[in-house]
């Protein structure tokens, strides 16, 4: 702008997207003011609405209320009323942001459907679910429709439950509703039946999640290496992997995912190939990156190798958690520790995962 080249209000919006999925709220906050000072154009709603988010993120809820007032009056609409309701929930704050429901439903205003997603989420809960059908009657009667968001929330919870049938029933109800489910739906109800070990009817979502994938979704594709390990696909798993690889960036959860599915179809050499990968790319100091080799090792067997990453894990200043290795496995590896176990570099059973 100081040599003499406009800024173009969707130049600010991609910069602003981009610093919220980075999680630079204060650089975001810095860019929004900027913008209401210098008026490189005229602020409209949108950015108005941008400057209260990330100044509840970074300030509290009453500078944004404070903010709120300041606000000229003729954007003081349903857009900016909903992000204040949403910037409260996110902050835990239900009462307050049912207070700005009833104000917003008393001025005209249209409620979001992701302001009851944010509600739902919140009394997700096992002793706040009985809550959740009490949403869903408001959201009907404040005529907002269910977007294909809300029913993955309400089957996910299901999932979390292991309710094959609860989740099933809310995909039914989506189709009913005319709501077309997209890549995270089939995601969802694929993994509950590959869990459940429903691998037929798994197989059959699963080819449902490839037909309505969007480009290539490193989150869809690392459920579709989750997928194809359990159901033992090894020629898809490999396929999957090739996509992951021509990532921009490949992350160190998708190596771990990938490590653990070919360790599920036994396929040692490859998940030790991707262990020996990951290594060379990244600093391993995070736990749970050993633990997705130690947890091949010990479902095979191989105790001796168990203890040579683990005792790795510790001189890379990592400590063993129970929470990411299964019980039996750190019962192998403390026998073998202590003794308890004769010297040999296999056992004769293997664990379940």
């Not at 919006?13 to 860019?31: D, G, M, P, Y």
């Not at 039914?172 to 489910?181: F, Q």
């Not at 997928?227 to 090894?234: A, D, E, I, Q, T």
């Not at 690889?245 to 040692?268: C, D, K, M, N, T």
Request: glycine share 6%.
């Amino acid at each position: 702008m100081s040599e003499g080249f406009p800024i173009h209000r969707g130049e600010i919006f991609h910069a602003i997207n981009r610093l919220r999925k980075l999680r630079l709220n204060k650089r975001a906050l810095e860019v929004m003011e900027w913008v209401i000072r210098e008026r490189p154009y005229r602020p409209k709603e949108l950015d108005y609405s941008y400057l209260l988010e990330f100044t509840i993120k970074l300030h509290g809820i009453s500078q944004g209320e404070k903010l709120f007032c300041c606000v000229p009056s003729d954007v003081q609409n349903d857009l900016l009323y909903n992000n204040l309701v949403i910037a409260c929930l996110d902050k835990g704050v239900i009462r307050l942001s049912l207070e700005y429901m009833k104000k917003m439903r008393e001025l005209g205003h249209s409620i979001s459907y992701l302001v009851f997603n944010r509600l739902i989420i919140l009394h997700s809960s096992p002793s706040q679910r009985k809550y959740i059908p009490k949403i869903l009657m408001q959201m009907k009667a404040d005529k907002v429709t269910r977007h294909v968001s809300t029913y993955n929330i309400l089957m996910k919870i299901e999932t979390n439950e292991h309710n094959v049938e609860g989740l099933m029933k809310v995909f039914s109800d989506m189709k009913r509703a005319t709501v077309e489910p997209n890549e995270v739906s089939y995601c969802i109800v694929a993994t509950a039946h590959a869990v459940a070990r429903l691998y037929t009817a798994a197989e059959a979502y699963v080819e449902a999640v490839e037909n309505c994938m969007t480009g290539n979704n490193w989150s869809t594709l690392d459920v579709l290496i989750i997928l194809y390990g359990y159901l033992g696909k090894g020629k898809e798993l490999e396929r999957i992997w090739a996509n992951v690889q021509e990532l921009p960036h490949v992350r160190s959860q998708s190596y771990v995912l990938a490590i653990e599915a070919f360790g599920r179809i036994s396929q040692l050499s490859r998940a030790e190939e991707l262990w020996l990968e990951m290594k060379s790319k990244n600093q391993l100091k995070a736990t749970e990156l050993f633990n997705s080799i130690i947890s091949v090792y010990c479902k095979h067997g191989f105790i001796d190798k168990a203890t040579g990453i683990l005792k790795e894990m510790e001189m890379n200043g990592c400590k063993p958690k129970c929470h990411y290795l299964s019980v039996s496995c750190f019962g192998m590896l403390q026998s073998k520790f202590s003794g308890g176990r004769p010297e040999g570099s296999k056992v004769g059973y293997g664990i379940d995962s």
